[in-house]
C-alpha cells in the first residue's frame, strides 16, 4: 500500500511536469510556430496554449517593427561623386511562417539588400538631385525593398536617409556657390529696388507735374470763363440801355434838333480833350445843317422885336 502511494504520487508529479511542460504563453505582439519533429505543425496565437512536451517545439516570432540601421556606404552619383550615405530601414513580419523559414538571418539578409539597392538608386542621381531629392529616394527604396522581402515575409513601413554626405572638397566648393549665389540675389535685390525706387520718384514727378499743369489749365480756364462772362454782362447791359434809350426816342418822339445836340456831347466826350483827330461819319453834314438851323433859332430868340 505505501508502495503504491509513493508510485501514485510519483505519478502525479511526473504528469503536473509534464503538463507544465507543454503550457505556453504566447504574449500579443508574437506569433508561435509549433514544430513537431521539425516539421510545422501549426501557427499559435497570442494566448496560453497546450502542447506535447518533447515531440513539440514552439518557435517565437515577433511582430513589431524591425528597425535596421544601415551603416553609412561610400556611393559613386552619376556625375561621379563620391557621397557617403546613412539610411535606415523599418520592417514588419506579415507572415511569421515565410520569415522563420525562407530566410535564415533576416537582419542580415535586409541590411545587405538595402545596401545594395541605396547603392543604384543614389547611383542613378546627379549630387545635386541626390541631396535635394530625399523623398524621392525613400519613395524608390521602399518600394523596391517591399517588393523584394514579400518573399520573407515581411513589408517595409518606411525608409529614411539619415546624411548624404559629400566630399570635403566638394563641400567647401558648394559653399562658396552659395555664397555666390547669396552675393548675388542681394545685388540684384538692391539693383531693383533702386530701379524701382527711381520709377517710383519719376512717375510721383510727372504725376506732380501733370496736376500743376491740369491746375494752371483749370485756373486759365476759370479766368477765361470770368472774363467771358463780365464781356457778355457789359454788352448785355449796353445792349439794354442802347434798347432802352432807342425806345426813349421813340416814345419820346425827339424832334432832329435833340438828337444833334445828343451827338455833340457824345463827341465832345469821345475826344475828352485827348483826342487830336476825330473821324466824322458821312452824315454828319445832315446833322452840322441841323446844328446850323439850330443856331439860327437862338440868334432869332435872341434879337429884340423893333419898336
Same mark, same amino acid.
Given at each position: 500500500?505505501p508502495?503504491?502511494?509513493?508510485?501514485?504520487?510519483?505519478?502525479? /508529479?511526473?504528469l503536473?511536469?509534464?503538463?507544465?511542460?507543454?503550457?505556453?504563453?504566447? *504574449?500579443q505582439?508574437e506569433?508561435?510556430?509549433?514544430?513537431?519533429?521539425?516539421?510545422?505543425?501549426?501557427?499559435?496565437d497570442?494566448?496560453?496554449?497546450?502542447?506535447?512536451?518533447?515531440?513539440?517545439r514552439?518557435?517565437?516570432v515577433?511582430?513589431?517593427?524591425?528597425?535596421?540601421?544601415?551603416?553609412?556606404?561610400?556611393?559613386?552619383? !552619376?556625375?561621379?561623386?563620391? /557621397?557617403?550615405? #546613412?539610411a535606415?530601414?523599418?520592417?514588419q513580419a506579415?507572415d511569421?511562417? !515565410?520569415?522563420?523559414?525562407?530566410?535564415?538571418?533576416?537582419?542580415?539578409?535586409?541590411?545587405k539588400?538595402?545596401?545594395?539597392?541605396?547603392?543604384n538608386? /543614389?547611383?542613378?542621381?546627379?549630387l #545635386?538631385?541626390?541631396?535635394?531629392?530625399?523623398?524621392?529616394?525613400?519613395?524608390q527604396?521602399?518600394?523596391?525593398l #517591399?517588393?523584394?522581402?514579400?518573399?520573407w515575409?515581411?513589408?517595409?513601413? *518606411?525608409?529614411?536617409?539619415?546624411?548624404?554626405?559629400?566630399p570635403?572638397?566638394?563641400?567647401?566648393?558648394?559653399? *562658396?556657390? $552659395?555664397k555666390a549665389?547669396?552675393?548675388?540675389?542681394a545685388?540684384?535685390?538692391?539693383?531693383?529696388g533702386?530701379?524701382?525706387?527711381?520709377?517710383?520718384?519719376?512717375?510721383g514727378? !510727372?504725376?506732380?507735374?501733370?496736376?500743376?499743369?491740369?491746375?494752371?489749365?483749370?485756373?486759365?480756364?476759370?479766368?477765361?470763363?470770368?472774363?467771358?462772362?463780365?464781356?457778355?454782362?457789359?454788352?448785355?447791359?449796353?445792349?439794354?440801355a442802347?434798347?432802352?434809350?432807342?425806345?426813349?426816342?421813340?416814345?419820346?418822339?425827339?424832334?432832329?434838333e435833340?438828337?444833334?445836340? *445828343?451827338?455833340l456831347?457824345?463827341?465832345?466826350?469821345?475826344?475828352d480833350?485827348r483826342?487830336?483827330?476825330i473821324? $466824322?461819319?458821312?452824315? $454828319?453834314?445832315?446833322?452840322?445843317g441841323?446844328?446850323?438851323?439850330?443856331g439860327?433859332?437862338?440868334?432869332?430868340?435872341?434879337?429884340?422885336?423893333?419898336?
Open positions: 500500500m508502495a503504491i502511494a509513493v508510485l501514485l504520487i510519483a505519478f502525479t /508529479v511526473v503536473v511536469v509534464y503538463v507544465g511542460l507543454g503550457l505556453k504563453i504566447v *504574449r505582439y506569433a508561435g510556430l509549433v514544430e513537431r519533429f521539425g516539421k510545422f505543425r501549426e501557427l499559435l497570442p494566448g496560453l496554449h497546450l502542447i506535447v512536451p518533447f515531440i513539440d514552439i518557435r517565437r515577433d511582430m513589431r517593427e524591425i528597425v535596421v540601421d544601415v551603416p553609412p556606404q561610400e556611393v559613386i552619383t !552619376k556625375d561621379n561623386v563620391v /557621397v557617403t550615405v #546613412d535606415v530601414v523599418y520592417y506579415t511569421p511562417q !515565410k520569415l522563420v523559414y525562407n530566410v535564415q538571418n533576416f537582419v542580415l539578409a535586409a541590411t539588400l538595402a545596401q545594395t539597392n541605396l547603392r538608386v /543614389v547611383g542613378d542621381l546627379q #545635386d538631385d541626390a541631396l535635394t531629392s530625399r523623398e524621392t529616394i525613400n519613395a527604396l521602399r518600394n523596391i #517591399d517588393e523584394a522581402t514579400d518573399v515575409g515581411t513589408r517595409v513601413v *518606411r525608409v529614411e536617409i539619415q546624411r548624404i554626405d559629400p570635403a572638397d566638394v563641400t567647401d566648393a558648394m559653399h *562658396r556657390q $552659395m549665389e547669396r552675393l548675388r540675389r545685388v540684384v535685390t538692391e539693383a531693383e533702386e530701379k524701382t525706387s527711381q520709377i517710383l520718384k519719376a512717375e514727378v !510727372k504725376a506732380a507735374r501733370v496736376l500743376e499743369a491740369q491746375g494752371q489749365a483749370e485756373a486759365i480756364k476759370e479766368v477765361a470763363n470770368a472774363e467771358r462772362y463780365q464781356k457778355e454782362t457789359v454788352a448785355e447791359g449796353e445792349g439794354k442802347i434798347e432802352r434809350v432807342f425806345g426813349a426816342i421813340h416814345t419820346g418822339d425827339a424832334s432832329p435833340v438828337i444833334a445836340i *445828343r451827338y456831347e457824345s463827341l465832345t466826350k469821345i475826344a480833350g483826342a487830336t483827330k473821324f $466824322m461819319p458821312a452824315e $454828319m453834314s445832315g446833322i452840322l441841323s446844328v446850323g438851323v439850330i439860327e433859332l437862338l440868334k432869332d430868340s435872341s434879337t429884340p422885336p423893333a419898336s
